[in-house]
């Protein structure tokens, strides 16, 4: 694949390099070749991708032939997309992604929009905001996409990995949500004392690690093989996360406090049989995706304990 060694009849122009490159992919058992082909030669290119169908004559200089080669054999190797380009859009907002963190799938942006909905909904001093914590941030796709369509909104996001905060804070700053939003290196629920809120936080939102580690060797290659595991899977069957938040999760919270969790297919009845039978929390309502259509994000609501007079405690 060099444009010196080829006649004009041969020429690798645009429109023959994604002729060419999409039956590859296929044979190497990628979904969507033809959309990864165009991805990554208008990555090479430095072009929107729809400028390639403008511009199908035109004929990439051999380092850009090379380097697109180069892409297309990564791909190959089904190491993701994303990662080879190093960005991926979210919530139509473009984050930075290594592989440090979880590659933002178009599903997540179902518990963005179910956020946004419970933000607005809560009342709040024009100075106060709504105070939101976030377990599991990995790119910050979540928190950032959420402060960019809701002013009021303050996090504090928590990741266990070093690598996935520093990707975190730098689209947090590329979309100038910075200042709203607490990066804090912690594991599940143990944040430091200096990052509670006093009275507790409006909302806990998560995107947690919720396949079983038996299910791994089921997953895309892509997936299993090259997206960091331990924002995959939880080291058990893939619930114990939500056994944290329904056990701890109502401490951290106000007494009006919610909690938005993203499921796994079918786990919505077990998820719901352990917030509900540690009568801390009720289920009130639970959202199916538009990409799959599966149960994909469900909303729990702290239960005010009363004391032995009654009142609320």
């Known amino acids: 694949m060099t444009a010196a060694s080829t006649s004009p009849e041969q020429a690798w122009t645009i429109q023959r390099l994604l002729e060419w490159t999409k039956p590859f992919l296929e044979r190497k058992g990628l979904d969507e070749p033809r959309l990864a082909a165009e991805i990554l030669l208008a990555n090479v290119l430095g072009c929107a991708r729809l400028q390639l169908y403008t511009r199908f004559d035109h004929q990439p200089t051999d380092d850009e032939l090379a380097s697109f080669r180069g892409l297309i054999t990564r791909a190959g190797e089904h190491v993701p997309i ?27 942006e179902l518990l963005v929009e179910r956020t946004l909905d419970l933000i607005a909904g809560i009342e709040v001093g024009a100075e106060a905001g709504v105070d939101i914590l976030e377990v599991g941030t990995g790119s910050g796709c979540i928190a950032v996409a959420v402060c960019k369509n809701a002013p009021n909104a303050k996090f504090v996001a928590t990741d266990v990995s070093s690598g996935a905060l520093e990707v975190a804070r730098r689209n947090a700053e590329e979309h ?87 499921i796994a297919e079918n786990q919505g009845a077990s998820v719901e049989a352990l917030f509900e039978g540690g009568k801390q929390f009720k289920h009130t309502d639970s959202w199916r995706d538009t990409v799959c259509g599966h149960e994909r994000v469900m909303c729990f609501e702290v239960i005010p304990q009363v004391s032995g007079a009654g009142e609320p405690v």
């Open 82 to 108: 994303a990662y080879l380009v190093g960005f991926k859009e979210f919530y139509s907002l473009s984050f930075e992604v290594t592989a440090d963190v979880l590659v933002p799938r178009p599903e997540t």
């Open 176 to 262: 100038g949500v910075s200042d709203r939003i607490v990066f804090v290196e912690c594991d599940r629920l143990d944040l430091p004392p200096e990052h509670l809120v006093e009275g507790g936080f409006d909302v806990l939102v998560s995107n947690p690690p919720y396949i079983a580690e038996a299910e791994m060797e089921t997953l895309p290659r892509t997936v299993r093989d090259h997206e960091p595991s331990c924002a995959l899977h939880d080291g058990a069957d893939g619930l114990s996360f939500y056994r944290t938040f329904a056990e701890q999760a109502a401490g951290l919270l106000k007494s009006s406090g919610r909690i938005l969790l993203e």
